[in-house]
């Protein structure tokens, strides 16, 4: 009796033991993906295009909303975007960064004469999420003609018919003997989805199964694998051709999952597994919703077969990521879940349904957010576009509810992401379904999550202002120099000097603020003690692009008088309209061409004109001692702040921001084209760099007087962020209706940043142009709480009877 209830409870402390061994496992899994999601921010893009159709020499106005990819807040980390215009071959066209501020920017890009007519897609994205691959920046398609370059209709109708049809088991794998439930995706060389028949055939070309698609391409079908059979789908399209593509291998051993809605509020999740265990096999559930809302859980297998319940009023709001893993931690099935959310910005507006030509529009917008039963009132921020409704056929840009909850967190293309938006039913339930089926979500690895160690990020995020990058190398075999001294400077109101030393690899990062226009950068070494590397500047734009198809631009003779109205419009706006470029330049009496307060400054017209530096400076600047050895000039500093110190290197010496190593040229100078010396008397710090003192020459423009720099500096253009750029929209108000400068503006208003009230309104005022027609309102925005809308809607403008 004794020995029985020993062994009792011997068995009773084993199951305990791998109990509380089970309930750690789950709690690290939670802990060490919490940890990650603390570390591993996501960014998520939205930007908002005026229009989807340009004609060379029009602009492309923009604004863009940088949010958290968790919570759709804004999120002011990041302080420069990027924004490219990229063709079919992902050649950039357009390049341009542009500021951001509390997760918001705007700017405008013009299109060059050189554009060739087709389709283009616009991506944006931020340093920070070059971190997770450009599968997750924004892109958008748009169009663009060339109205003077002759296009070839006929050029894609002489291309084959091409499919990509895939196949998705659910959970990732076929597996022997278990049924499972298989998606597949089947799109056109256009990139849209494409409708057929089709058939499954095993290895004796038996039919098993039939399938066809139920919107964009997208279904499913069910199939149980035989042992060591082989499948091929045979699909024909509606011209009655056949084509044959292979089902993924059936693997002898693994998992399968299965997700059922099996009530209103719980989700069952079965894993099915064909595997050769003595011992009772543990698996691990991992839920989570854009990296919130996580949640694990673990179970035995029994008979191959575990069942998992998740409560789905638990879960986040969008695409929820469930993932099976073993007792290592290594994923065996995932599978995506989208659960839909309950608030949206309603947006209503207040206008006429008609106007004449030069009227003035009054529209007032209110914002609310809405959900099933009620609506409450936030302070929305939004973007407005007018613009002409032409009768050129063109793809609508997708709106900014259907990307951020959807086309933002899949990989690949989404078609028509608004659908799954409208008319919300059991079949729109189930199309989106098949469409969780079918994509990844993958913003990161999870052998980046349960690392013991994890690796630093590649590009950190620009906080502070733009990062400059590049790389010191021998100037004799292009290897990489590591611990070189480095120096950056532009001529510029107010001068900034920016330091980096190369590290191992021989990069050297340089962070400028409001470094913006394009400029001019100089770039060298210590010349005194080194000529021997120099300093390479890389792109900040990324090299790497998503594998998302454009789709053919297809041109119609009947849009050939709509488009010669337009291009004569745009050619008559471009001149007599005011530019929209407009520079807001600093307007500084004086400024510093180094951080900090000089202890000494002199402006020379104040003083007697000496014919020469030396004198200058022997003469009236106290705190420079000038020295001459070897026949060589030398500054000597005496520190302010410990007055027994006297310096026995030379101070580094500047002439309108730019450092000059040689003391010689600066006093061959003639002082009369200097208007000003500036004397720092103490230790400087700058980065890794420590200098005894600072001694600053500036001329009179700051643009260096003729001072020749060393044929060893680097002097390149480079283009720092966009300049204040404002929409120019003509006011009729003052008695100019009657003015006889033609106004063919097909863009009537652009407006990025509309801001409602306390009670949700706001109100926008602006005059209809010379061009008749119906225009399109769009409207896109988002609160500070991360509920999104848009409202699109139409007003015809007609001739004056005056």
Known sequence: MKRTLLYCCMLLCVALSAFAQDDAMVKSIQQRFGIYTERALQEKMYVHLDRPLYLIGETIWFKAYNLNAASHQSLDVSKVAYLEVLDAENNALIQTKFALADGKGNGSVLIPSTVASGKYKVRCYTNWMKNYGPEYFFESAISIVNPFVRFDPDRLAKEAEKYDVQFFPEGGYLVKDIESKVAFRAIGKEGNGVNFTGEIVNGQNESVANFQPEKNGIGYFTLKPEPGATYNAVIKDSKGQSYTFPLPKTEEQGYVMQLKDSTSSLLKITVTAAIVSDEPVP???????????????????????????????????????????NEKLKPLCERLYFKRPAKQLAIETTIKNAFVTREKVNMDISAAVATATATAVEMSNLSVAIYLADSIVTQPQTDITSHLWLASDLKGSVESPEYYFANVNADTDRQLDNLMLTHGWR??????????????????????????????????????????????????????????????????????????????????????????????????????????????????????????????????????????????????????????????????????????????????????????????????????????????????????????????????????????????????????????????????????????????VIVMPYEGLQVQREFYSPRYDKGNAESRIPDFRNLLHWAPNVTTDASGKANLDFYTSDQTGQYQVVIQGITPSGVSGSKTLFFNVGKSSL
């Not at 297998?301 to 469930?322: Q, R, W, Y």
């Not at 590591?482 to 340089?510: C, E, F, H, W």
């Not at 789709?551 to 709509?562: D, G, L, R, V």
């Open 283 to 325: 698996v691990y559930l991992m839920s989570h919703t854009r990296q919130l809302n996580a949640f694990a859980d673990r179970k035995f297998l029994k008979n191959n077969k575990a069942v998992f319940t998740l409560d789905k009023t638990k879960l986040g709001e969008g695409i929820s990521h469930i993932t099976i893993f």
């Open 443 to 712: 913003r990161f690895k999870w052998e980046n999550v349960f690392v013991s160690q994890a690796a630093p990020f590649e590009f950190l995020p620009e906080f502070d202002g733009h990062f400059i990058n590049g790389k010191v190398v021998n100037k004799s075999d292009g290897s990489p120099a590591k611990g070189i001294d480095t120096y950056l400077a532009a001529l510029d109101v107010p001068a900034r000097l920016y330091v980096a030393q190369s590290d191992q690899k021989g990069n050297v990062m340089y962070e400028v603020r409001k470094f913006t226009g394009p400029k001019e950068i100089t770039l060298q070494t210590n010349l005194n003690v080194d000529s021997t590397h120099r300093i390479e500047i890389a792109s900040p734009f990324v090299k790497q692009f998503a594998s998302r198809p454009i789709a053919p631009f297809i041109f119609s003779k009947t849009w050939e008088n709509q488009l010669l109205n337009r291009t004569i419009n745009m050619q008559t706006a471009n001149v007599f309209l005011p530019p929209v470029l407009t520079e807001r330049k600093a307007t500084l009496a004086d400024s510093v061409a180094f951080f900090g307060v000089p202890d000494e400054k002199y402006f020379l017209d104040d003083f007697t004109r000496f014919p020469t530096m030396e004198e200058v400076l022997r003469e009236y600047v106290r705190g420079v001692l000038v020295r001459k050895r070897q026949k060589e000039f030398h500054f000597r500093l005496v520190d302010k702040l410990l007055p027994n110190t006297f310096y026995t290197t030379d101070p580094l010496i500047m002439l309108d921001g730019i450092p000059v190593f040689n003391t010689d040229k600066i006093m061959e100078m003639d002082p009369l084209k200097v208007k000003k010396i500036e004397v720092l008397s103490s230790r400087y710090f700058l980065g890794p760099m420590t200098f005894t003192g600072i001694v600053s020459f500036s001329t009179y423009r700051n643009d260096l007087a003729g001072y020749e720099l060393d044929p060893k």
